[in-house]
């Protein structure tokens, strides 16, 4: 972890691209919100945002590829990639935390990672913040209650396959309760590398 001049750690913010035969996916929304965050927190550097596709081109990645492009008070810090793997998801233990947020797409996860420990024999969580579903630890989420799908109307951190999701009307957005977890029928799990529909899981397999 860098640290600043008074030792302290350092802001740092991260994109996770998904890149297919080298072609990075959804390039305006996640440089949206990369901007949307150095205009927040380093507004000295809003005047001269890079382009993430400038700086994910010439990369050999083959199939599909996870890039992390990491970001802080000197611009772009450091870019990583490798093979994409997507991790298996069978079960999801409800936790609450009244106090949690990630508004901004932080590298310390270190507040979610405390949340995670307490998963038990799950896969898994899905957090509940101020009695409302918000997002499982590295994905947002959507419950399907028979007719329609729901994505929880304030999520922990609104990501970008959730815009397009919410925008193209595949998902509503609803103040969903522990209790309109247990009525429904299943849970999808997405994010920018998972595609809707890429993980789901049964209601039974949510423990409350």
Known sequence: MSRNKMGEPALQFVETLKIEN????AADRHQERMERTI????????ASVP??????AGNDCKGVCKARVIYGAHGVEKVEYAPYRMRRIGSLQVVVDDGITYDFKSTDRSPLNALLAKRGECDDII????????DTSFTN?????????????????AGTKRAVLVEKGLVDE??????????ALKVRLFNAMIDFGEIEVDRSEIRF
């Not at 382009?51 to 994910?56: D, F, G, T």
């Not at 957090?127 to 918000?134: A, N, P, T, W």
């Open 22 to 25: 080298g072609k990075l996916l």
């Open 39 to 46: 205009r927040h927190f380093f507004p000295s550097l809003a």
């Open 51 to 56: 382009l993430l596709e400038r700086i994910v």
């Open 127 to 134: 957090i509940i913040k101020r009695g409302l579903v918000r």
């Open 141 to 157: 989420l959507a419950v399907y209650d028979g007719s329609r799908w729901m994505t929880p109307r304030h999520p922990l951190l």
């Open 174 to 183: 609803a103040d969903l309760t522990a209790d309109d977890l247990k009525k």
